[in-house]
């Protein structure tokens, strides 16, 4: 079981928005703002797509977007594209585990 | 251009030792924290050890403490993570990642990744 946790799979129609939450606690979401997201096709290394909860890399399309409440963060594409089809997972600093992620969300572009 | 490139993966039995590499370039390596983070078949992401910043702190998952050992060689780029009393479950493709800072908050760029598998 993950230490954080995420739907495992949101869908939506090209040019929708879609939000995909991961719940942490206290010790690591909540207590921290060292949330990041990351991005992963099939066979391919994860690519960093949100850093502390809001920020994205040079080069990130400016449709991604992080935030967080309380012990819950999540990341929001919109404008959906059929390139966004992939997993994302998020991963928090925290106490317990210096790093944990979630188990992963399957972003279907219908 | 931050480069990574993992190396030392296969197949081993199990309580069978492996040691993975992972060459860096493209930035000053000693500055920054890196880790090792793996991938089961068909699962997420689960962190494994990572090293702050010119090889001052190590850290382990409790999964792997005691039985894995992170390291680095400055003068080489080179991170390191020798595996011993190897098990089925460590059966996992290991990504390299570059923390963003001297202490790996977040991880800012991955290798592409080694695949180890355990079995006999």
């Known amino acids: 079981q993950s230490a954080l946790t995420q739907p495992a799979s949101v869908s939506g129609s090209p040019g929708q928005s879609i939000t995909i939450s991961c719940t942490g606690t206290?010790?690591?979401?909540?207590?921290?703002?060292?949330v990041s997201w990351y991005q992963q096709y099939p066979g391919k290394a994860p690519k960093l797509m949100i850093f502390?909860?809001?920020n994205r890399p040079s080069g990130v399309p400016d449709r991604f977007s992080g935030s967080k409440s309380g012990n819950t963060a999540s990341l929001t594409i919109s404008g959906l594209q059929v390139e966004d089809e992939a997993d994302y997972y998020c991963?928090?600093?925290?106490?317990?585990?210096?790093?944990?992620f979630g188990g992963g969300t399957k972003v279907a572009v219908l | 251009e931050v480069q990574l490139l993992e190396s030392g993966g296969g197949l081993v039995q199990p309580g069978g030792s492996l040691r993975l590499s992972c060459v860096a370039s493209?930035?000053?390596?000693?500055?920054?924290?890196m880790s090792w983070v793996r991938q089961a078949p068909g699962k997420g992401l689960e962190w494994v050890s990572a090293?702050?910043?010119?090889?001052?702190?190590?850290y382990y998952a409790d999964s792997v403490k005691g039985r894995f050992t992170i390291s680095r060689d400055t003068s080489k780029t080179t991170l390191s993570l020798q595996m011993n009393s190897l098990r089925a479950e460590d059966t996992a493709v290991y990504y390299c990642?570059?923390?963003?800072?001297?202490?790996?908050?977040?991880?800012?760029?991955w290798g592409p990744g080694t695949l180890v598998t355990v079995s006999s």
């Open positions: 991963s928090s600093y925290g106490t317990t585990s210096p790093w944990v």
């Open positions: 990642a570059k923390g963003a800072h001297y202490f790996p908050y977040y991880f800012d760029y």
């Open positions: 493209g930035f000053t390596f000693s500055n920054y924290a």
């Open positions: 206290s010790s690591d979401v909540g207590g921290y703002n060292y």
């Open positions: 502390e909860v809001t």
């Open positions: 090293l702050t910043g010119s090889g001052g702190t190590a």
